[in-house]
Structure formats: structure tokens, C-alpha cells
């Protein structure tokens, strides 16, 4: 299995429309004006509103070319430059791979900042798969196994194929969508650049972002590509065992769900992590296979933690996965650090 059928392709044909005020060297982006904007999202109506995430509300837009869109609406506090924004814009609309969001373009009038991208028809793996108010039918096990190895494919694309890489920051369920056909996408890519620096993204996030987060990059703001790997490494295990990372419902030894894998782990008992409502009609090897990676990909070190495209190699059994030396991130106490470090503005 190769992960990187595709690079950087110019879309040759494909209609685009230079803004001359704004520059050289801006030439692979389309550019949308604010009305054709309003009017394929019937003026930003609230019956087309389909999201709101932390850098602005997300609208279903119907495009004159008669193609589905997700318009997204960047508040006020996440606008940077034009200059700036059009140049990570520039780099994010050349990165084509079947497992990442594609940008269709942008607008940049006045002050509106939006970013237009391919409309996926089944939301994300938080309110679908993770979700409690769907039904899980349409994740059997074979469903989840090419959603896994699907994003770990769009994941080591970035780290590597991309040139210079690009580190995602925010891997997690509600920032990978599906397509009809189950196949996952990572959405918001590169978008981590496009925040003015002084903005700390992360740190006006939910709790519930904060179990995705290495260690390392959390209270030490170091951030590498082993970040990723982490995250990946959480989204994972949620994957195979249907349930969120954190889960403040439960009792305390249970909340954590790294900490629980961890355990069974060492129990052997990791085939008891996966999701019930698959009804034991899965693989159990491939199953306990896919949790071991969950937890070589969070071990507290990070260089510890396999590179994306090893993660891939074992995936889909084309590498044996070694045993795990050490524990997890332990995530409960660093929660209680993040929580504390969010009461005080950073
Ligand atoms: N390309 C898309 N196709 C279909 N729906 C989308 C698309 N992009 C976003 N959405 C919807 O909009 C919602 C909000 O997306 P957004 O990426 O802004 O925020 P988020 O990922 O939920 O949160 P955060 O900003 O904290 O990462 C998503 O959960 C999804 O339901």
C-alpha cells in the first residue's frame, strides 16, 4: 500500500482567477468573490450553518459550478494579514492526497477571510462513530480498519511527502470527515499557520482537545512531528474501542482511556478495549494489533513514538509492532496541569 499516490499536482484547466493587487507568486489559489459567497450559502443562513469550531462557523455552500462546498468563516480574532494569509493559503491549495481536506479557494475582501473546501456528505468520526446520538451501524470492523489506516496514510503524507512538512497540531475525531464512502479526510490541515502567532489556538480549546495533546507540546509548547504522532495514537484507540479519549462520566480510574489500554495491556487483556457494538464480529488480532500502535504512538518520549509512515508499515501488517517499553503520557495528571495553566491566561 503506498501513501503517497499523488503530489503536489497543478491543476492544470482548473478555473482560477488572479487577484493583481495583492502580489506575486499567488498563483494556485481560487479566488471567490464575498457574493458569490452569500449567494451560494443563501446569505450565511443559519439553515445552513453545519458547524462552529474555534476559528468560526462552518456553512454548506452551493457553488455556481454546481459542486457542494464547506464555507468557512474565520472569526474576527483568527484574521492575519492578506499578505501572510495568502501565502500559507498558496502552499495548503497545492496539497492534494485522498485522505486530506481539499481547499477549493478563498475569499479575501475587506475584512471577511474564508476558506472554501470540498463538502464531505458524513461529518466527522466525533459526531458520527464517537458520537452518542448516531448509530454506529456503519463502522464494522473493516469500516474502521480503512478509516484508520486512511488517516495515518493523510498524516504521513504531510510529514513527509510535503515539502517543507507540515506539522497538523490538532489531530483529532471532529478534524477527520468522511466522504459517502466512509473514507476519511483530515480537515484543517495547515491551518495552524494561517493564526496570527500571538493567538494561542490551543489554549481556548475545550478540555475535550486536551487528550489528544503530547505532553510535551502541551506543557512545554515543544512541537514537533511526534506531536501528531500522538494525537494520532489517541484518535486510535477511540477508533477500535468507539469511545472518546475522555470520559468524565465514569468513574475516576476509568475516565482516561489510555490509562485503561494501558492496563489491559499489561493484563493482556487488550481485546476487552474493543467497541462492543461491533457484537465480536471483528478481527481480534488486527484489533489488539491497532491498540498496541494506539500506545507505541503515545509513549510519554517522543522519539520513542513510531514516524507516520512506519505507523502505516504496521497497520497494514507489513511490519511486526514491538512491544511497548513504557507507559503512556500519564494523561490524568497532566490534564490537571493544562487545566490550571488555562485558568491563567497564557
Ligand atoms: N469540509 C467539510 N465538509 C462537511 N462538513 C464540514 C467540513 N468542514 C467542517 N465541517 C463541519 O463543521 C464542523 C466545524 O468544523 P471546524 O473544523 O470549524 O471545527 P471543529 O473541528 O469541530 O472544532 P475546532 O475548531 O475546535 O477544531 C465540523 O465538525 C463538521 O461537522
Known amino acids: 500500500m503506498t501513501c503517497f499516490p499523488f503530489l503536489f ?70 484574521r492575519q494579514g492578506m499578505r501572510e494569509f495568502l501565502t500559507e493559503i498558496n502552499v495548503i491549495s497545492e496539497i492534494e492526497h485522498e485522505n486530506l481536506v481539499k481547499l477549493y479557494g478563498c475569499c479575501v475582501e475587506e475584512n471577511h477571510r474564508i476558506l472554501v473546501y470540498n463538502y464531505l456528505e458524513n461529518n466527522s468520526l466525533a459526531k458520527t462513530l464517537l458520537g452518542r446520538r448516531h448509530s454506529k451501524s456503519h463502522f464494522d470492523w473493516r469500516a474502521r480498519s480503512r478509516i484508520c489506516i486512511g488517516v495515518a496514510c493523510g498524516l504521513a503524507f504531510l510529514h513527509e511527502a510535503v515539502r517543507p512538512h507540515i506539522i497538523h497540531r490538532d489531530i483529532k475525531a471532529s478534524n477527520i470527515l468522511l466522504d459517502k464512502d466512509l473514507t476519511p479526510k483530515i480537515s484543517d490541515f495547515g491551518l495552524a499557520k494561517l493564526i496570527p502567532a500571538n493567538m494561542t489556538h490551543v489554549s481556548t480549546r475545550v478540555a475535550g482537545t486536551i487528550g489528544y495533546l503530547a505532553p510535551e507540546y502541551a506543557v512545554g509548547g515543544q512541537l514537533t512531528r511526534k506531536a501528531d504522532v500522538y494525537s494520532f495514537g489517541v484518535l486510535l484507540v477511540e477508533i477500535v474501542s468507539g469511545m472518546f479519549n475522555t470520559n468524565t462520566r465514569l468513574s475516576i480510574g476509568e475516565q482516561y482511556l489510555l490509562e485503561r489500554a494501558w492496563e489491559l495491556y499489561e493484563q493482556k487483556e487488550l481485546v476487552g478495549l474493543v467497541d462492543e457494538s461491533l457484537n465480536e464480529e471483528f478481527d481480534a488480532d488486527e484489533a489488539c494489533r491497532f491498540l498496541k500502535i494506539g500506545l507505541l504512538c503515545t509513549q510519554d518520549y517522543p522519539k520513542l513514538r513510531p514516524s507516520m509512515s512506519t505507523v502505516v508499515k504496521m497497520l497494514t501488517g507489513q511490519m511486526d509492532v514491538d512491544d511497548c517499553k513504557v507507559k503512556p503520557g500519564v494523561i490524568s495528571d497532566f490534564m490537571d496541569l493544562k487545566l490550571l495553566r488555562k485558568a491563567r491566561p497564557i
Open 9 to 78: 499536482s497543478k491543476k492544470a484547466g482548473s478555473p482560477k482567477r488572479r487577484v493583481t493587487d495583492i502580489g506575486e507568486g499567488i498563483q494556485n489559489v481560487r479566488f471567490y468573490t464575498y457574493k458569490e459567497l452569500r449567494i451560494a450559502t443563501e446569505d450565511f443562513s443559519d439553515s445552513n450553518k453545519i458547524g462552529e469550531g474555534g476559528f468560526g462557523s462552518v456553512y454548506k455552500g452551493h457553488l455556481k459550478d454546481g459542486k457542494f462546498a464547506a464555507i468557512k468563516v474565520l472569526s474576527v480574532e483568527s
